[in-house]
């Protein structure tokens, strides 16, 4: 595996952006330093998000700062799995919901998923990465589940909602930083 680049601060990075897209520089700065909801739950969802959409930069600048803002290795771990068992299972539930077969629907995923349910740290907090990921994948099914899931374990619509602006802001902010 290759190892994610760490070479630049976050205000470096932002710095890297053109004026076209200083709404994107704003947006994440902020998203990153709202205090409305847990460090965990913030960097986590950016890490997730950026290492679901291969941003080697972005990812490694993402992870550095949640590092230094006090975000745990367990949380780091957990935003990680997510990316990378949604991209799996996004594939998988959003071919089956395309094709609208229901004999695909009645075959079972036989796909590994375990990790979800074993976090290293904060069972609701991967449940949001995954959501994310879910909503930058497209996979509607997936983001229902996770939905359902959060609200069920009493996370707050306002919570989730961040989540999906943080992903909404992430996935913009790749395409300029890689």
């Given at each position: 595996?290759?190892?994610?680049?760490?070479?630049?601060?976050?205000?470096?990075?932002?710095?890297?952006?053109?004026?076209d897209a200083k709404d994107l520089r704003l947006n994440l700065r902020s998203l990153l330093d709202d205090a409305g909801t847990t460090p965990e739950r913030r960097w986590g969802t950016a890490v997730a998000v950026a290492t679901a959409l291969g941003a080697r930069t972005l990812a490694g600048t993402i992870e550095s700062e949640a590092r230094a803002a006090g975000v745990g290795d367990g949380s780091i771990a957990d935003a990680k799995a997510a990316a990378a068992?949604?991209?799996?299972?996004?594939?998988?539930?959003?071919?089956?919901?395309?094709?609208?077969?229901?004999v695909y629907g009645s075959m079972a995923p036989r796909l590994r998923m375990q990790r979800l349910a074993a976090p290293k740290a904060d069972?609701?907090?991967?449940?949001?990465?995954?959501?994310?990921?879910?909503?930058?994948?497209?996979?509607?099914?997936?983001?229902?589940?996770?939905?359902?899931?959060?609200?069920?374990?009493?996370?707050?619509v306002a919570t989730i909602h961040d989540a999906v602006r943080m992903a909404s802001v992430v996935h913009a902010t790749a395409a300029f930083t890689g």
């Open positions: 595996m290759n190892p994610i680049d760490t070479t630049m601060t976050m205000d470096q990075l932002l710095a890297t952006l053109p004026d068992i949604m991209g799996m299972t996004n594939v998988y539930y959003r071919f089956r919901h395309l094709v609208g077969d229901p069972a609701t907090d991967m449940e949001l990465f995954a959501l994310a990921v879910s909503a930058v994948n497209n996979c509607e099914f997936c983001v229902k589940a996770h939905d359902r899931k959060l609200r069920d374990h009493g996370v707050d």
